[in-house]
């Protein structure tokens, strides 16, 4: 059985930073695309960041470029979400996911079958 566990995440002001953690468990995710979505109250899940298998490459949404930073460890099975500059609207759910997919860049949520079960960000000014 596959499951992502996240950590990190909590409150902060504006112009802080935070990390995100995501552990994979249940197979090796050295091959997987690992991915973070954030859906705030009332939107659509946002694509943030994701990382290629072995982390060649990294992809960025336009909102966060620049500020965030995703990057793996643990031998590949986790992904981290640095987060700098928070801005009060980055105040959202945030989620870690997984996908067997590799044909980048991979940004809709429908084609990430594997979830963490959400941690919130919320950023005051």
């Known amino acids: 059985q596959v499951e992502l566990e996240q950590s990190g995440g909590g409150s902060v002001q504006a112009g802080g930073s935070l990390r995100l953690y995501c552990a994979g468990y249940?197979?090796?995710?050295?091959?997987?695309?690992m991915g973070w979505f954030r859906q705030g109250p009332g939107k659509e899940r946002e694509f943030l960041a994701a990382i290629a298998e072995r982390g060649h490459n990294r992809y960025y949404g336009d909102s966060v470029k620049g500020r965030f930073t995703i990057y793996r460890g643990n031998g590949m099975n986790a992904v981290y979400l640095q987060m700098n500059s928070l801005k009060p609207e980055d105040t959202a759910m945030y989620y870690c996911?997984?996908?067997?997919?590799?044909?980048?860049?991979?940004?809709?949520?429908?084609?990430?079958?594997?979830w963490g079960q959400g941690t919130q960000v919320t950023v005051s000014s």
């Open positions: 249940g197979r090796t995710f050295t091959s997987y695309t």
């Open positions: 996911a997984a996908t067997e997919l590799t044909t980048h860049p991979i940004v809709d949520p429908n084609d990430y079958p594997y």
